[in-house]
């Protein structure tokens, strides 16, 4: 087993400066406090062997004096699989954060609630309710963002439970103008979770060998997006295209890792 290195947070504190996320000196402060919101519209094709499917994206974020809510909800689509006339499936989060201490040095800290759940014409996405912290750090123009969040995660199983790990990790971050470049957009997010699950060799078609099946005690998913304002340069700066790629490791019931790449278009509201 290999040894476990003592965390330094100089390091990491030192990368997020260099990156801009953080200013020098370091600052953690409250969200604005104005009402705020935002609304997006995201249309993708992913080009993943095993996907190769629509899927589009509603996302939305609004600040108010009380914390923030966030939400998407995802549904796909494959019209030539099988003369489908529906979509696919559906999956959906919502997350809402607490914080009645803006304005005070304890800010950037919030307490988090969030709800995850899906179906799809095969299987389901179970229940999971999440509770735990958020803490929020920028940049002082508020353009580069991160968020660092942890949770306990209580899954509704089949059978058995709960995951002998019931925790999940999630950073998220946003970048404007990258590079210095206006209009340029780096966003994401990565989380970590615990869940008991089995998985199975799946080729690169997507076909599953049942026989191959081991647990699983950990589930990690990434989805970095990279978008260019090109509606900027023709009078609309509502409209984005870019990129997602999908980095998952014993996502769902295929074992290992996966890159699953797509590109779309984004029009916030």
Same mark, same amino acid.
Not at 110 to 139: C, M, P, Q, R, T
Not at 178 to 205: C, K, N, P, R
């Given at each position: 087993?290999?040894?476990?290195? =003592?965390?330094?947070?100089?390091?990491?504190?030192? #990368?997020?400066?260099?990156?801009?996320?953080?200013?020098? =000196?370091?600052?953690?402060?409250?969200?604005?406090?104005?009402?705020?919101? &935002?609304?997006?519209?995201?249309?993708?094709?992913?080009?993943?062997?095993?996907?190769?499917?629509?899927?589009?994206?509603?996302?939305?974020? %609004?600040?108010?004096?009380?914390?923030?809510?966030?939400?998407?909800?995802?549904?796909?689509?494959?019209?030539?699989?099988?003369?489908?006339?529906?979509?696919?499936? &559906?999956?959906?989060?919502?997350?809402?954060?607490?914080?009645?201490?803006?304005?005070?040095?304890?800010?950037?800290?919030?307490?988090?609630?969030?709800?995850?759940?899906?179906?799809?014409?095969?299987?389901?996405?179970?229940?999971?309710?999440?509770?735990?912290?958020?803490?929020?750090?920028?940049?002082?123009?508020?353009?580069?963002? +991160?968020?660092?969040?942890?949770? %306990?995660?209580?899954? #509704?199983?089949?059978?058995?439970?709960?995951?002998?790990? =019931?925790?999940?990790?999630? +950073?998220?971050?946003?970048?404007?103008? #990258?590079?210095?470049?206006?209009?340029?957009? +780096?966003?994401?997010? #990565?989380?970590?979770?615990?869940?008991?699950?089995?998985?199975?060799?799946?080729?690169?078609?997507?076909?599953?060998?049942?026989?191959?099946?081991?647990?699983?005690?950990?589930?990690?998913?990434?989805?970095?997006?990279?978008?260019?304002?090109?509606?900027?340069?023709?009078?609309?700066?509502?409209?984005?295209?870019?990129?997602?790629?999908?980095?998952?490791?014993?996502?769902?019931?295929? &074992?290992?890792?996966?890159?699953? =790449?797509?590109?779309?278009?984004?029009?916030?509201?």
């Amino acid at each position: 087993m290999k040894s476990k290195r =003592p965390f330094r947070p100089a390091p990491v504190l030192t #990368l997020l400066v260099m990156l801009g996320i953080l200013p020098s =000196p370091l600052r953690a402060q409250q969200r604005p406090t104005m009402q705020q919101g &935002a609304t997006n519209l995201q249309v993708f094709y992913d080009f993943g062997s095993d996907r190769k499917c629509v899927t589009t994206t509603l996302e939305g974020f %609004y600040n108010d004096p009380w914390g923030n809510t966030f939400f998407f909800f995802d549904a796909d689509y494959n019209p030539m699989r099988n003369g489908e006339r529906h979509p696919m499936g &559906a999956y959906w989060e919502i997350s809402r954060c607490l914080n009645f201490w803006q304005g005070t040095p304890l800010g950037g800290l919030s307490l988090n609630l969030e709800y995850d759940g899906g179906v799809y014409s095969k299987y389901g996405i179970n229940h999971a309710f999440l509770a735990g912290a958020d803490y929020f750090l920028h940049s002082q123009d508020f353009r580069n963002t +991160f968020n660092f969040k942890i949770f %306990y995660k209580h899954i #509704l199983y089949d059978a058995g439970g709960p995951a002998k790990v =019931p925790l999940q990790f999630t +950073f998220v971050w946003g970048m404007r103008d #990258l590079f210095g470049l206006q209009g340029l957009e +780096f966003s994401g997010f #990565l989380d970590i979770w615990g869940q008991d699950h089995q998985v199975y060799d799946t080729d690169m078609a997507g076909q599953t060998d049942f026989s191959t099946g081991r647990p699983s005690q950990i589930v990690a998913l990434s989805e970095p997006q990279l978008w260019y304002n090109v509606g900027q340069h023709f009078g609309c700066g509502n409209l984005r295209i870019g990129t997602e790629i999908e980095l998952s490791y014993d996502f769902g019931t295929t &074992a290992g890792f996966r890159l699953r =790449p797509c590109l779309g278009a984004k029009w916030v509201f």
